[in-house]
């Protein structure tokens, strides 16, 4: 069966550009917080848990026994200390917390996999893809359904490329989550800019100009009357996008615009963590120390219970 989710998504934002003119379309990517409670160690750890965990798995630890929880917690804290030298780092927990967080992302991947994997060697080469996805195009090259599949699949080779780090033309589950999902990565960053870029910049200049800007968010039609909105979004472009103030937007003022550097709160939630449970300040945990903070990280049937009798309380 052929599989075009990229050619679909592409589809879909042609006909969301031309068929909603007053509707904004949104470039900015911002990373998302990691849970939606309040973070308030006072009333309970589920912010942690889930920042921890994610909020699926997080739930599945409330009806385990402490005893049960600390063992998989043990199992887990083995799989962050990523050097093996026996301790846990801010800078491995900030990972392990960003991968936690991305858990949606890599479950869309693993449902695409078996498609685009036609040998079942658990890689996906740019072979494998380039069929799967453009074989109707392969076979005819010159479809008349309105589509440049030379120039998509071209552009879809190039991100094939920077997404495999290692250059052998074979993506890896990580690889292959970073060519579908650029914008989560660091070192897609170009790509996701280059990209972006191409599709805004109409005259082909190197440089996303007021009009462009405008025109990749605002379809106008007619005489309709132009929404708040895109007045908002003008002075947006002059006052913060446009910071040399020479009328465009360069590279690094489009990667600012829709890459911004967010407050990182993986990062936060890293050092808090290793704040309160860091007993002998050494600024690292060791596996004894994390566990012996265990419902800090998980939940459990016991912390679960502590927190209902809180909650209980307030009443």
Not at 286 to 311: C, H, M, P, W
């Amino acid at each position: 069966m052929e599989i075009r989710p990229l050619l679909m998504c592409f589809a879909l934002c042609v006909v969301y550009a031309t068929s909603k003119p007053t509707e904004k379309k949104e470039r900015i990517h911002h990373d998302a917080r990691l849970s939606s409670r309040e973070h308030d160690d006072a009333q309970g750890f589920d912010y942690d848990h889930e920042a921890f965990l994610g909020q699926k798995e997080a739930k599945s630890f409330d009806d385990l026994s402490p005893e049960e929880s600390k063992r998989r917690l043990g199992v887990i804290v083995e799989k962050i200390d990523g050097d093996s030298d026996g301790f846990v780092t801010e800078v491995e927990l900030r990972a392990w917390i960003k991968k936690s967080q991305k858990k949606y992302i890599y479950e869309n991947v693993d449902r695409q996999w078996k498609d685009f994997d036609v040998n079942n060697d658990g890689m996906i080469s740019w072979e494998e893809y380039r069929n799967v996805t453009y074989g109707t195009y392969l076979d005819d090259p010159e479809p008349d359904d309105g589509y440049n599949y030379q120039h998509m699949m071209a552009r879809d080779e190039r991100r094939f490329k920077m997404a495999d780090q290692n250059g052998d033309q074979i993506a890896n589950k990580e690889e292959f989550t970073a060519f579908l999902h650029p914008e989560e990565y660091d070192h897609m960053k170009d790509i996701v800019v280059l990209e972006t870029m191409e599709d805004i910049d109409k005259n082909g200049d190197g440089f996303i100009d007021l009009n462009e800007y405008i025109g990749d968010m605002y379809n106008h039609e007619d005489e309709m009357e132009e929404p708040d909105w895109v007045a908002t979004e003008r002075e947006q472009f002059s006052e913060f996008r446009d910071k040399n103030k020479d009328g465009k937007m360069d590279r690094e003022e489009t990667l600012d615009w829709i890459l911004p550097s967010d407050y990182d709160h993986a990062e936060a939630e890293a050092k808090h963590l290793v704040y309160e449970s860091d007993l002998n300040k050494d600024g690292k945990l060791s596996k004894e120390e994390i566990l012996n903070k265990y419902d800090l990280f998980v939940g459990s049937q016991a912390t679960d219970f502590g927190e209902a009798l809180v909650r209980h309380d307030e009443f």
